[in-house]
C-alpha cells in the first residue's frame, strides 16, 4: 500500500520534456540544488517528495510534466494492470468527493487502443475508493483536478502522480498565439543554448507573437512560469495545504530581479504580430523591457558595440511560406547578420537545412532541437568586427 505521508515521501520522480530538450531541463533542475539520476531523451529522473513537485511545477520552463511514482508492477494485461491499480492506497491520494483523470504511454500487444487502459486504470481507483469510502470520485478527460498516469511497456508498468496536470511547456501568458507560434518550453530552450549573457543586448526580428523575446526578457528577470499559472494537479491531492504552495509562491516571488539598461527588441513587418506581441509582452509583466517596432527584419534596430545576441526564428516551408521565395529571405538573412550585427552571435532556428545554406556563413555550432515533429537546428554564427575566415561565404551552413 502507498504510504499516506507521501507529501513528505520521497520517490522516484520523471520529468518529461519534449526531444531534445532534456540537457537545458537537467540544466534547470541541477540549478534549483537537485541531483539528476538519469538523463534521457525525453527527460530526467531524479529522487524527491510530493513538496519538491510543488517547487519544480512553480520553477522549470523546459518541463512538461513532474510526474511522482506510486508503484512499479509487471502487467502481461489489462487485468494485470487493474489488480496492480487496486492495490493502491487511494483514499489517501483522491478526496472523497474529488475528481481525477488518467493518462497514459501504452506500447503493449494486448492493447489496441490506449483508451481501454485509462479505463481499468479509472476502474480500479473508482472501485477501491468506493469500497473504502462508499462514495465515487468523478472523472473524466479534462485535466482540471487529481491527474494519474500509466507508462506500461511490454510486461513492465509504473504507475505515477502526474503532479502538473496541463503542460508546463506552455507558460500561461501567450494570450494571443499568433500563427504557428514555437512552444515557450521550446523557446526557452532555445535562448539556454545560446551564449547570451542576459544583460546585453537581445535582437530578435521576424518576431511574430514575441515567444522568443517575451521568454528571453522571463529569463533574464527569472520570472518563472508559475508567476503565471493558478491551478496545479497537485492541488487536488488529499492532504494538499493551501500553505505549501505559498511557500513555493513566495519563492519565485522573491527572486525577481531589475536588469539595468537591458534591451529586448523585437521586430516584424506585420503590424498585428507587434501588437500581439505587446499584449502578450503586458500578459507577461515585461512589456516595459520590450522594445517592439513594425518594421522588415533588414531595419531592425541593433545597438552598437552591443555584444549581444540576434535570435531569429524565420519561415523554413514546412507549415508556413513557399521555399523557393524563403530562399531570398534566407540570404537577406545572411547579409543583416554580417552588415548590422557586427560583434553580436547571431542565431538561427530552421528545420530547412537547405534553405540554411543561403545564410552563406559557416555555422560556428548546431544545436539540434525538434519543433512539434520537426527536426529543427540551433545555427549559431559568429559575427566578428572586422575581417575574420569566419565571416567568408561558406557552401555549408
Not at 528577470?221 to 492532504?239: C, D, E, I, W
Not at 513566495?250 to 501588437?275: F, K, S, Y
Amino acid at each position: 500500500m502507498v504510504v499516506t505521508n507521501y507529501f513528505e515521501q520521497e520517490a522516484s520522480l520523471t520529468i518529461t520534456s519534449h526531444k531534445r530538450i532534456a540537457p537545458y531541463l537537467a540544466a534547470e533542475v541541477k540549478a534549483l540544488g537537485y541531483t539528476v539520476d538519469e538523463e534521457f531523451i525525453t527527460g530526467i529522473k531524479m529522487r524527491g517528495t510530493i513538496l519538491d513537485c510543488i517547487r519544480l511545477n512553480l520553477h522549470l520552463r523546459c518541463a512538461s510534466q513532474v510526474l511522482y511514482s506510486l508503484k512499479q508492477f509487471e502487467a502481461a494485461d489489462a487485468d494485470a494492470v487493474y489488480h496492480a491499480v487496486s492495490e493502491i492506497d487511494w483514499p489517501a491520494i483522491l478526496p472523497a468527493n474529488g475528481y481525477f483523470s488518467v493518462t497514459s504511454n501504452v506500447l503493449n500487444d494486448t492493447i489496441n487502443n490506449r483508451m481501454y487502459a485509462n479505463l481499468r486504470v479509472k476502474d480500479a481507483i473508482v472501485d477501491t475508493m468506493r469500497k473504502h469510502t462508499g462514495v465515487r470520485p468523478d472523472t473524466g478527460s479534462e485535466l482540471k483536478g487529481t491527474v494519474v498516469h500509466l507508462f506500461w511497456k511490454n510486461d513492465k508498468a509504473e504507475l505515477f502522480l502526474d503532479t502538473s496536470g496541463d503542460s508546463l511547456a506552455r507558460h500561461g501568458y501567450r494570450k494571443i498565439p499568433g500563427l504557428a507560434p514555437m512552444l515557450e518550453g521550446l523557446a526557452a530552450a532555445t535562448i539556454y543554448a545560446t551564449n547570451w549573457d542576459r544583460k546585453s543586448p537581445f535582437i530578435n526580428p521576424m518576431c511574430g507573437s514575441g515567444t522568443l523575446a517575451i521568454e528571453a526578457a522571463l529569463i533574464a528577470t527569472k520570472k518563472v512560469p508559475g508567476l503565471f499559472r493558478s491551478n496545479y494537479a497537485f492541488m487536488h491531492l488529499q492532504g494538499y495545504d493551501a500553505a505549501m504552495y505559498a511557500a513555493a509562491y513566495r519563492e519565485i516571488e522573491e527572486q525577481v530581479i531589475e536588469v539595468p539598461g537591458l534591451r529586448i527588441i523585437a521586430t516584424d513587418n506585420n503590424p498585428r504580430a507587434i501588437e500581439n506581441t505587446e499584449l502578450n509582452a503586458i500578459a507577461a509583466g515585461v512589456d516595459d523591457v520590450l522594445r517592439c517596432k513594425v518594421c522588415d527584419f533588414t531595419d531592425t534596430p541593433v545597438p552598437d558595440n552591443g555584444g549581444g545576441v540576434m535570435m531569429i526564428n524565420p519561415e523554413y516551408g514546412e507549415r508556413l511560406g513557399d521555399v523557393h521565395a524563403l530562399e531570398e529571405t534566407y540570404a537577406q538573412i545572411g547579409d543583416f547578420m554580417k552588415q548590422k550585427c557586427k560583434g553580436y552571435t547571431g542565431y538561427v532556428f530552421t528545420g530547412n537545412m537547405e534553405l540554411a545554406k543561403k545564410i552563406g556563413l559557416k555555422a560556428k555550432r548546431r544545436h539540434e532541437f525538434y519543433n512539434s515533429k520537426i527536426d529543427c537546428r540551433l545555427l549559431e554564427y559568429e559575427l566578428y568586427d572586422g575581417t575574420r575566415r569566419e565571416m567568408s561565404v561558406a557552401h555549408n551552413p
